[in-house]
């Protein structure tokens, strides 16, 4: 089983939809999650870290259950800008030590 | 400010042939690695360095040597190349500091460079 895992999509919204992605890790003691965005053909940039339940900035807002080992990322008010990759990450150990596990990615598109 | 440079952007090989992907930063970071992104495969770990003169495998390391001899610079370098090793490179940088309390450690926040598109033919 890959260590994170994420569907692909291409999830298809409507400008001003309100989207969410899942993502889930199979290493139970990882303490903290980022989410990256990938524009086409550009290197990945950071959106947002997660640690505790939950992180919240703007429009976007990532959430995370140790519980069900999963984090999601929630996005409101589409724009079409949001357009891109969103890749899950998550450290290889629970000392959250240098190696990061990237999910495949989801693709996003935002339609007029 | 720069961030991470990669050089070159775009390069054509014949197998056999070697080459040296160069990657440098200008954030004094002291942790520095070079992913490989594939279709279908996503990112995945080459090799990486947590200081000058300290390096360490990843998740694909065969076919790629790296070295780190000074903060800046970190090559890398395909000593045979196959067409395996048609990717896109990405080098990223990070530093080391841990943000007290949160978990959230400064190594897993990559700056990454703009990307080396390699064909081998």
């Known amino acids: 089983r890959k260590e994170v895992e994420q569907d692909p999509g291409p999830f298809n919204v409507p400008e001003g939809a309100t989207v969410a992605f899942n993502c889930t890790y199979s290493?139970?003691?990882?303490?903290?999650f980022f989410w990256y965005r990938q524009d086409c053909r550009k290197e990945p940039k950071l959106l947002m870290s997660?640690?505790?339940s939950g992180n919240e900035d703007g429009r976007f807002t990532a959430q995370l259950n140790r519980a069900s080992q999963y984090i999601s990322l929630l996005i409101r008010d589409s724009k079409l800008s949001d357009s891109a990759t969103y890749l899950c990450?998550?450290?290889?150990?629970?000392?959250?030590?240098?190696?990061?596990?990237f999910g495949k990615g989801t693709s996003l598109l935002v339609t007029p | 400010n720069a961030g991470v440079t990669q050089t070159p952007k775009f390069q054509v090989l014949k197998t056999g042939q070697s080459m040296t992907l160069q990657c440098a930063q200008d954030?004094?970071?002291?942790?520095m690695s070079w992913y490989r992104q594939d279709p279908g495969m996503g990112l995945r770990l080459i090799h990486y360095?947590?200081?000058?003169?300290?390096?360490d495998q990843g998740e694909v390391p065969n076919g790629y040597n790296v070295s780190r001899s000074t903060t800046e610079d970190f090559p890398l370098r395909l000593l045979s190349a196959a067409p395996s090793q048609t990717s896109v490179y990405f080098c990223?940088?990070?530093?080391?500091?841990?943000?007290?309390?949160?978990?959230?450690?400064?190594?897993?926040?990559?700056?990454f460079g703009a990307g080396s598109r390699l064909t081998v033919l």
């Open positions: 990223a940088s990070s530093y080391s500091y841990s943000t007290m309390g949160t978990g959230i450690s400064g190594a897993n926040v990559l700056t």
């Open positions: 290493n139970s003691a990882s303490q903290s």
């Open positions: 997660v640690y505790s």
């Open positions: 990450v998550s450290p290889r150990n629970s000392n959250s030590g240098y190696a990061l596990n």
């Open positions: 954030m004094n970071h002291e942790y």
């Open positions: 360095s947590v200081g000058a003169g300290i390096t």
